[in-house]
């Protein structure tokens, strides 16, 4: 902890005088998903030097950019089919804010948006050629976070960010199991009278051990042939299940 705290203060101090310098650390940097992955409490610590009375920190954990492809159930024909697709090229897979206090006490909405802080103001940028109004760019959008949300991948942590003594605070944040892996980043904003005014980030990683990892590897280099052995695989479970039933 000692160690820690040094390297905040040499961060801090590093920073440009004519900002607020903050600094954060992770007290692990690397996550290790294993086939029994049921989710992660990550803590995650900081310092900021210039903190004063009214100031609040906000801390944002964002997972690496997936492509996503949204559609529209409409009925055509008296059928219902997926219709207008829209693609977001690189949203985040994951996106979680811990703060101070709630987001809408900390800065206006038009600061949030254009800073891509919050569920609610995660960067989503369609690619090119939807041909869809901005009305309806919003309802895939707020779809999007929707959707997101209750999988536990796009959150808020109202509260999760405590500070302690000596200007250090504290964040909390949860992974769910349904994280994927890759490299996560964290930043840290420092806001002042609704204007963000100093941020810092730090890299995480999240990868795969064990079986899980051997698994994911041969699939990602050898494609063709992990699918056929998952396909001789459910053919031998069959056999194996249609041979049991019989003796009975």
């Not at 369609?126 to 796009?154: C, F, I, M, N, W």
């Not at 009278?193 to 795969?208: D, I, K």
């Not at 695989?233 to 049991?244: F, Q, R, V, Y």
């Amino acid at each position: 902890m000692i160690a820690m705290i040094a390297s905040f203060l040499l961060a801090a101090l590093a920073a440009p005088p004519d900002r607020p310098p903050v600094a954060l650390a992770l007290t692990d940097e690397e996550v290790r998903v294993t086939s029994g992955f049921t989710g992660a409490r990550l803590i995650i610590y900081g310092v900021a030097p210039a903190w004063q009375a009214g100031d609040d920190l906000i801390v944002v954990l964002q997972g690496p950019d997936q492509q996503l492809r949204v559609m529209r159930k409409q009925r055509v024909a008296g059928v219902w089919m997926n219709t207008a697709p829209v693609t977001y090229p690189a949203a985040p897979s994951y996106y979680a804010a811990a703060s101070t206090r709630p987001l809408t006490e900390i800065a206006p909405p038009n600061v949030l948006r254009s800073q891509g802080v919050g569920a609610d103001y995660v960067p989503l940028r369609p690619g090119p050629g939807t041909g869809q109004s901005s009305a309806q760019l919003a309802e895939y959008r707020d779809a999007v976070v929707r959707l997101k949300g209750e999988r536990g991948l796009y959150r808020n942590e109202e509260g999760g960010v405590r500070l302690q003594a000596a200007n250090l605070f504290r964040a909390e944040v949860r992974l769910p199991a349904e994280a994927p892996v890759g490299q996560y980043e964290a930043e840290v904003i420092l806001f002042r009278n609704g204007e963000a005014l100093a941020r810092e980030t730090t890299m995480l990683n999240v990868h795969r051990a064990g079986i899980g990892r051997a698994i994911y590897q041969w699939a990602q280099s050898l494609g063709l042939f992990y699918g056929l052995a998952a396909v001789l695989i459910a053919m031998l479970a069959g056999w194996a299940a249609a041979t049991l039933f019989r003796s009975r």
